[in-house]
């Protein structure tokens, strides 16, 4: 059965509230439901299953009960995407030392400032996904963290009735979500057969070449490029220092 939007939040609250901050718990519970935020028939718990088989990562546990109960959430534009349009994260942004995303990054939302995403590469101290802004050239804007985890950033979603409490001009970053990636997600696996390219490799990505351009010069697929770049942009090497 379809749940209101105030129905879902409600319920949420009750499946997470074991996991949840007090205070900030108490605070969402005692909000009235803004006529902005628009709930969506669940998602198929199996749906969701397949989504993780499919993508290899598993979703923040918080965004799995609000999912197969709403299938996303909206205020004028979507704050969480329906499970269909959570992929890979589109770069609006230049990130230093960054020449291939990681697979981990997934767009979760798309309210008016700019996306939202998730890293669903590793958990912090509380077990939760990070959450981050994914940055914007165009408004000179960098990616930021902007919450520990995807709870931890609903539950304040829900206190501000969906507005972009992030872009606020005294909110505090938590840092850069590259830079923390790099810190605390497992180093990509390289087999050993492809060490032998990685100078020729870091030499033409400097040049410019895309990685399609990197592939061809050197008789490689486009995949075995991207795992060099990415197995090697994640330790320390000079380039991060670009």
Request: hydrophobic content about 40%; aromatic content about 8%; some cysteine.
């Amino acid at each position: 059965m379809d749940l209101s939007v105030e129905r879902a939040i409600r319920r949420w609250i009750e499946i997470r509230a074991p996991k949840l901050d007090r205070r900030a718990l108490e605070i969402a519970a005692s909000v009235s439901v803004s006529s902005r935020l628009e709930a969506r028939p669940p998602a198929d718990p199996r749906a969701v299953a397949e989504w993780e088989r499919r993508h290899g990562f598993k979703l923040p546990d918080g965004l799995k009960d609000w999912l197969v109960l709403s299938d996303g959430l909206y205020a004028e534009s979507p704050l969480i995407h329906p499970l269909s349009a959570i992929g890979p994260m589109i770069a609006f942004a230049k990130v230093p030392g960054l020449y291939i995303q990681p697979e981990s990054w997934f767009e979760l939302g798309n309210p008016p400032t700019e996306p939202i995403c998730v890293d669903l590469a590793y958990r912090g101290p509380d077990g939760d996904c990070p959450i981050f802004t994914s940055g914007d050239d165009q408004r000179a804007s960098k990616p930021r963290l902007i919450a520990s985890g995807f709870d931890s950033w609903f539950l304040g979603v829900l206190i501000e009735q969906g507005r972009e409490y992030w872009c606020d001009a005294d909110f505090a970053s938590l840092g850069d979500p590259w830079l923390e990636h790099r810190k605390r997600a497992p180093v990509p696996h390289l087999p050993e057969r492809l060490e032998i390219y990685i100078d020729r490799v870091l030499i033409l990505m400097r040049q410019g070449l895309d990685e399609r351009s990197v592939a061809d010069r050197l008789g490689l697929s486009r995949g075995e490029v991207e795992s060099i770049v990415r197995r090697v942009q994640h330790g320390d090497f000079d380039s991060n220092q670009d």
